[in-house]
């Protein structure tokens, strides 16, 4: 079969059409259209909508938009300064204090929003002029808050593997649990390369710091603290499924914002709306990728890459950093989801028939995907930061470029040791 055409006309009408600025909801599905037109399958766009539908009837789709909202309301409601004010009084006082508060409020902040750009904002906004002023330079207070926002949407609740898990048909609380080792070690990375950068350019810290006090700011930080737990508790151990944690998630995220003092009726409808609004952009977004989908397995697309990845003679593990590379680029330039979306329904497939874990596999993606956010040209962590902390983005990029070197090679070590990944999800009976 000839994939010229059909390739040749997608390349060009998203080449024009990004230079043209289109949104690319519209981009891929517009494509995904005029190929169906192009390569005489027209007659199979009568049962679109029906595949539209039903691609979008997963019940564990229901558990992103009340993650999303858990997550929002959570930012609204003072949570990130209860998590900074333990985390100053358990580690302020080290040598490069601050930079280990970083990395660990974006570990508990991990199990709040599961986002990497909400992790960004909030502590751009709060952590990095508090850095700032307690004599540590703002190109390294942004990288260090950039480079531990990717710990967001690895430790669980993640709204990126439930997107993946529900797109690719993957257990979602597999992936909640292949997720925790790998955030974990990323935290530890991070926290040694800031103890390394805190003795060489004698960053502030010490016994001298003028700290909250331990007790009262873990008493503030408790009803924070205890959501993950209740989370990651209820869905490892089989009490809740990802929808009812997400569903007791905004309930606690509701409480917690109202006993802070920080949430009332107006933040709550404020909540409301943006939740809506990013779902609308989303659920555009899955149609259009959906049809994508639909023409590339009507040209049996991932066939053909199977069959030219056999050609090439790449194993499991050959195919494995193929795959990296390819969804590197993605996350660089695109949405994480859009991503996702676009090119997991491609080339999942013939990662599974050679044999690869799908948990492995999905968490390799993710946390690649999500390494993008902090990649030029276009990382969305990158953006958000020098938006936030006034920093210019190409020096942006400059400064963090150590912590995203460091990053891809736990990805490597991450792709070459699967135990790794798959040691939680073992234990717990859930491959």
């Keep these: 079969m000839d994939f010229a055409l059909p390739v040749s006309l997608i390349l060009v009408f998203t080449a024009v059409a990004l230079a043209a600025g289109s949104a690319i909801a519209y981009l891929i599905g517009a494509s995904a259209i005029l190929t169906f037109w192009a390569v005489d399958k027209s007659q199979f766009m009568a049962v679109l909508p029906q595949r539209l539908f039903s691609q979008l009837d997963s019940f564990a789709f229901l ?62 906004n709060s952590l990095v002029p508090e850095m700032e002023r307690r004599g540590y330079t703002r190109d390294y207070a942004s990288a260090i808050t950039g480079a531990s926002s990717i710990i967001g949407p690895i430790i669980p609740p993640s709204s990126i593997m439930i997107f993946y898990g ?3 048909e993957t257990n979602v609380t597999a992936l909640f649990a292949a997720g925790i080792l790998p955030g974990l070690l990323l935290a530890a990375m991070l926290m040694a390369m800031n103890a390394y950068y805190a003795h060489r350019d004698d960053h502030p810290g010490g016994a001298d710091m003028d700290l909250p006090p ?17 989370i990651l508790g209820g869905t ?13 998630a905004v309930l606690a995220a509701v409480l917690i914002g109202i006993g802070y003092g920080k949430l009332d009726l107006r933040g709550i409808l404020d909540s409301l709306m943006r939740t809506g609004v990013m779902l609308g952009g989303l659920f ?5 990728i959906s049809t994508f989908s639909y023409i590339a397995a009507l040209l049996q697309w991932p066939q053909a890459i199977q069959s030219v990845v056999e050609g090439w003679g790449l194993g499991p593990l050959g195919y494995l950093m193929l795959i990296n590379v390819i969804f590197l680029g993605a996350g660089m330039a695109m949405d994480v989801k859009a991503a996702v979306a676009l090119f997991a329904p491609i080339f999942v497939p013939a990662a599974l028939a050679m044999g690869i874990d799908p948990i492995h596999l999905a968490i390799v993606i993710c946390f690649n995907i999500t390494a993008g956010l902090l990649s030029p040209p276009l990382g969305a962590v990158l953006l958000i930061l020098s938006t936030v902390v006034k920093l210019d983005y190409w020096r942006l990029i400059r400064v963090t470029m150590p912590f995203l070197i460091a990053e891809l090679l736990l990805l490597l070590v991450l792709t070459y040791v699967p135990a790794i990944t798959l040691a939680l999800p073992t234990a717990l009976g859930l491959r």
Excluded: Q, W, Y
Aim: aromatic fraction near 8%; include cysteine.
């Design 284 to 288: 555009i977004l899955l149609c259009a």
């Design 214 to 230: 331990f007790l009262p700011s873990l008493i503030r930080a408790i009803p924070a603290l205890m959501l993950p737990v209740i």
């Design 63 to 124: 558990a992103m938009p009340l993650f999303i909202l858990a997550g929002d309301l959570m930012n609204r409601g003072g949570v990130a300064s209860a998590l900074i004010d333990l985390s100053m009084s358990v580690f302020g006082r080290l040598k490069g204090g601050l930079g280990h508060v970083n990395v660990v409020t974006s570990v508990f902040f991990a199990g709040v929003s599961g986002s990497a750009t909400a992790d960004a904002a909030a502590l751009g």
């Design 166 to 168: 529900a797109l690719m």
């Design 236 to 248: 490892l151990f089989g009490f809740m499924t990802p929808a009812e944690a997400a569903g007791v």
